[in-house]
């Protein structure tokens, strides 16, 4: 049986390695996480999914970022509805896109004398509908 999203590659779009001098600050190992779905406009079975990660602030001595861009095919006779596929795109793909972000980072920050960053794993779910209900909060709040 064929599985109803497919993975077909991923790149490393972008990553940033600052490892200054001076102790990173607390909040340094707090990951931040974004994510983003693009749908090709003409046929809603493809799409690339952005997963990036952010550690510590752009302008500080110890910065961290990657962000890696993975391309799917949505192919099901069952699931037809856009809200469903388009829930298939969040969950899944990210959830399959994790661990290699996770991996780029402990790569990355393994390089010079700091012990490596190493993301901890995470409910991919979780993490969307708390994103999700963070954004329709924000929503709620700037049209009130």
Request: proline share 5%.
């Amino acid at each position: 049986m064929k599985a109803a999203l497919q993975f077909a590659h991923y790149h490393v779009v972008e990553t940033i390695y600052k490892n200054g001098l001076l102790e990173p600050d607390p909040d340094f190992t707090d990951p931040k996480f974004s994510f983003k779905l693009s749908l090709d406009k003409d046929n809603i079975n493809h799409a690339v999914v952005w997963l990036s990660v952010e550690l510590g602030n752009p302008s500080d001595e110890h910065y961290v970022k990657a962000v890696i861009a993975g391309f799917f095919r949505f192919n099901s006779e069952v699931i037809t509805e856009e809200t469903e596929i388009i829930s298939y795109y969040e969950i899944n793909a990210a959830s399959i896109l994790f661990p290699y972000l996770r991996s780029l980072v402990s790569d990355l920050t393994s390089k010079g004398e700091s012990k490596p960053v190493i993301l901890p794993t995470i409910n991919v779910h979780e993490m969307m509908q708390n994103s999700q209900q963070a954004d329709s909060t924000d929503t709620k709040t700037t049209d009130e």
